[in-house]
């Protein structure tokens, strides 16, 4: 990668992803293209960001497909390391983001983000990208990841792009094919409860408790649903709000079934 690196022509545009690709996926590849006249992709299911009773072995992977839609998106190049020449033995350089890791995602996920961005900083210094591009699906990942690149001075932009959503609302995820139909159908209330959320404060509700309480009623409606937490929070710190003041990031993490899913907005 280093060494094709070198014949690529500027300025490059980079798209981190775990594979298993999806039209959430393939509309950071064409911005990419569209601002970049390079594009390249990687597809690297990074293990030190899963848990140990995590989906690592179980994530869907399927290279044929990926690299046939990749190409139809007129991607540059696939950047498809593996996990040893990713940490080869004795690999012990990690890096870390503070405060805004150990919320939502990372209190769920204790050492996700730790394992997010280490790799990402990996693939950052391996394919010296102008632009990276991230989707606000995974919106506490675009927070730390911008910081991360804030306060080391990495000198790349980071461009956020709108989740891609289902017909029903929801957010596309490589992760929705683990579920079977009835589940599927389940899957929606993650969407409707944002939805109501967005609903009440349009109508100006600012009480952050009330509105936090309604999307939980409205989840529980769904028997297979399992709440991981609905939050109201501070778009910058993270932190949950009493007063809806925006910017406010409005993110749930709820199981469907076995399966985990997030989804967000941001008001
Ligand atoms: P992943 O393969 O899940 O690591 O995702 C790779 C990139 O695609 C991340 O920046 C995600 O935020 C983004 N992404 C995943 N799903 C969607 C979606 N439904 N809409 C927009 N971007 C997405």
Known sequence: MR???????????????????????LSLVRRAKIDNPTAV??????????????DFKAYPRDTERDLALLEKASTDVVFMPSPEEMYPPGCDSWVEVGEITKQLEGASRPNHFHGVTTVVAKLFNIVQPARAYFGQKDAQQVIV???????????LEIVTLATVREPDGLAMSSRNTYLNPEERKAAGVLSQALSLAYELCSEGEMDASLIRRKMTELIRQQPLAEIDYVSIADAETLKELDTVNPPVLISLAVKIGRTRLIDNIML
């Open 3 to 25: 060494q094709l690196r070198l014949q690529l022509t500027e300025p490059v545009g980079f798209v981190p992803t775990m594979g298993y690709l999806h039209e959430g996926h």
């Open 41 to 54: 992709v990687s597809i690297f299911v990074n293990p030190t960001q899963f848990g140990p009773r995590e």
């Open 145 to 155: 990841i911008t910081k991360m690149v804030t306060d080391l001075n990495m000198g």
